[in-house]
Protein backbone atom coordinates (compact mmCIF):
# COMPACT_ATOMS: atom_id res chain seq x y z
CA UNK A 1 0.00 0.00 0.00
CA UNK A 2 3.01 2.23 0.88
CA UNK A 3 3.80 1.93 -3.24
CA UNK A 4 0.56 2.77 -4.07
CA UNK A 5 0.10 5.95 -1.85
CA UNK A 6 3.93 7.21 -2.78
CA UNK A 7 2.27 7.40 -6.31
CA UNK A 8 -0.43 9.23 -5.58
CA UNK A 9 1.03 11.43 -4.18
CA UNK A 10 3.90 12.18 -6.62
CA UNK A 11 6.72 11.03 -3.65
CA UNK A 12 8.23 8.46 -6.19
CA UNK A 13 11.15 10.13 -7.94
CA UNK A 14 10.20 11.12 -11.63
CA UNK A 15 6.78 10.68 -10.72
CA UNK A 16 4.32 13.38 -10.67
CA UNK A 17 0.95 12.76 -10.03
CA UNK A 18 -2.22 15.36 -10.03
CA UNK A 19 -4.34 13.78 -8.62
CA UNK A 20 -6.55 16.56 -7.42
CA UNK A 21 -6.84 18.06 -10.74
CA UNK A 22 -7.50 14.63 -12.45
CA UNK A 23 -10.50 13.57 -10.07
CA UNK A 24 -11.93 17.04 -10.83
CA UNK A 25 -11.70 16.50 -14.80
CA UNK A 26 -12.94 13.42 -14.46
CA UNK A 27 -16.14 15.40 -12.94
CA UNK A 28 -15.42 14.03 -9.02
CA UNK A 29 -15.19 16.12 -5.88
CA UNK A 30 -11.54 15.75 -4.90
CA UNK A 31 -12.60 17.46 -1.30
CA UNK A 32 -14.93 14.14 -0.86
CA UNK A 33 -13.99 10.87 -0.36
CA UNK A 34 -16.88 8.96 -1.64
CA UNK A 35 -17.23 11.20 -4.76
CA UNK A 36 -13.03 10.29 -5.60
CA UNK A 37 -13.62 6.57 -4.66
CA UNK A 38 -16.64 6.26 -7.06
CA UNK A 39 -15.01 8.37 -9.71
CA UNK A 40 -12.14 6.45 -9.56
CA UNK A 41 -13.87 3.63 -9.69
CA UNK A 42 -16.56 4.16 -12.84
CA UNK A 43 -13.00 6.00 -14.63
CA UNK A 44 -10.45 4.00 -14.04
CA UNK A 45 -11.47 0.69 -13.39
CA UNK A 46 -14.54 0.55 -15.13
CA UNK A 47 -16.80 0.40 -11.98
CA UNK A 48 -14.67 -2.48 -11.08
CA UNK A 49 -14.11 -1.89 -7.50
CA UNK A 50 -15.92 -3.87 -4.86
CA UNK A 51 -18.30 -2.67 -2.39
CA UNK A 52 -16.31 -3.26 -0.06
CA UNK A 53 -12.97 -0.96 -1.46
CA UNK A 54 -15.80 1.36 -2.69
CA UNK A 55 -16.60 1.86 1.52
CA UNK A 56 -13.18 1.81 2.61
CA UNK A 57 -11.93 4.31 0.34
CA UNK A 58 -15.05 6.27 1.11
CA UNK A 59 -14.40 6.50 5.08
CA UNK A 60 -11.24 8.77 4.52
CA UNK A 61 -11.66 11.69 6.46
CA UNK A 62 -10.30 15.27 5.36
CA UNK A 63 -7.39 16.56 7.26
CA UNK A 64 -3.47 15.98 7.59
CA UNK A 65 -1.06 16.34 5.34
CA UNK A 66 -2.21 14.56 2.44
CA UNK A 67 -5.64 15.51 0.57
CA UNK A 68 -8.24 13.16 0.62
CA UNK A 69 -8.08 12.45 -3.13
CA UNK A 70 -4.30 11.50 -2.71
CA UNK A 71 -5.50 9.15 0.16
CA UNK A 72 -8.54 7.48 -1.69
CA UNK A 73 -6.34 7.60 -5.19
CA UNK A 74 -3.69 5.33 -3.08
CA UNK A 75 -6.86 2.97 -1.71
CA UNK A 76 -8.09 2.42 -4.81
CA UNK A 77 -4.86 1.58 -6.49
CA UNK A 78 -3.44 -0.92 -3.50
CA UNK A 79 -6.95 -2.98 -3.04
CA UNK A 80 -7.70 -6.41 -3.79
CA UNK A 81 -8.58 -5.11 -7.09
CA UNK A 82 -5.40 -4.45 -8.33
CA UNK A 83 -4.18 -7.93 -7.15
CA UNK A 84 -5.79 -9.89 -9.97
CA UNK A 85 -2.99 -12.02 -11.88
Known amino acids: MNFALD ?3 GAIAGVSADVRGMVS ?3 GNAED ?3 VASTISARIFGNGLSASTLAAASRVA ?3 PVSVAVRVTGLCLAGPEMLAR
Open 7 to 9: LAA
Open 25 to 27: RMG
Open 33 to 35: ARS
Open 62 to 64: PGG
